[in-house]
């Protein structure tokens, strides 16, 4: 089975503190993605990186968030002002970038914003 | 736009029971089509994925799917469920070939009963 590394497991966080969250894709994957997942219903895309390289994000990505991955082996998602609205489990995947798109999912960070 | 609806919220089955799980897709190229499920408190692991030949596909633990490109579908089964089957069921769409975000339904959630 794949082994995606998502840590912290749990975070909580005032509104208006900064939130980190890290991930460690596959061994050998060059994409990663990020989606964030409300009271398990669907999963909404955030950003997506190809070669540690942004390559797709949705605007409250942009606007609120931070996320890099400056390591193959590592990447992270920030968020620069908790609301209460962040509240929820983020999803790190990774993938294989060549012909290959089964996306392999890490096990969240489930963030509270008080 | 592509899209993914499945349609039914909570499904309960008897222990036993055959299951199937309905899946609609929008896209007007060639999907590439998955099912993950939830189990509570994990990220989402890899059932089965469909991208050409065959349309019906064998995956883990007796589950399957048929792809039909007429009814714009990708309905996942299993014969006989065990009470470990119950989880939430996503079916997702890729609509490009290397690695781009996946596009989720709002997902099925499984009860078996005993």
């Known amino acids: 089975d794949a082994a995606v590394t998502q840590k912290p497991r749990y975070l909580i966080k005032m509104k208006g503190q900064e939130a980190e969250m890290k991930c460690i894709p596959e061994k050998g994957h060059t994409a990663v993605f990020w989606y964030q997942q409300k009271q398990s219903k669907e999963l909404k895309f955030l950003i997506y990186f190809q070669n540690q390289q942004p390559l797709d994000q949705i605007d409250m990505v942009k606007e609120r968030f931070s996320a890099v991955c400056p390591s193959s082996s590592l990447c992270s998602l920030g968020i620069r002002t908790c609301e209460a609205e962040d509240s929820a489990l983020y999803l790190c995947?990774?993938?294989?970038?060549?012909?290959?798109?089964?996306?392999?999912f890490g096990p969240g960070t489930r963030l509270l914003v008080l | 736009a592509q899209s993914v609806t499945q349609p039914d919220a909570r499904v309960t089955v008897s222990e036993g029971a055959s299951l199937q799980l309905r899946c609609k897709y929008s896209y007007s190229g060639t999907p590439y089509l998955f099912w993950y499920v939830q189990y509570p408190r994990q990220g989402l692991q890899l059932l089965l994925k469909?991208?050409?030949?065959?349309?019906v596909v064998q995956g883990v633990n007796g589950f399957e799917a048929e792809f039909s490109k007429s009814n714009s579908s990708f309905h996942l089964r299993k014969a006989s469920v065990h009470w470990s089957d119950s989880a939430v069921y996503f079916c997702?769409?890729?609509?490009?070939?290397?690695?781009?975000?996946?596009?989720f339904g709002t997902g099925t959630t499984v009860s078996v009963s005993p």
């Open positions: 995947s990774s993938s294989q970038s060549a012909g290959g798109d089964t996306q392999y």
């Open positions: 997702a769409l890729s609509a490009y070939q290397g690695g781009r975000a996946l596009i």
């Open positions: 469909y991208y050409s030949g065959d349309p």
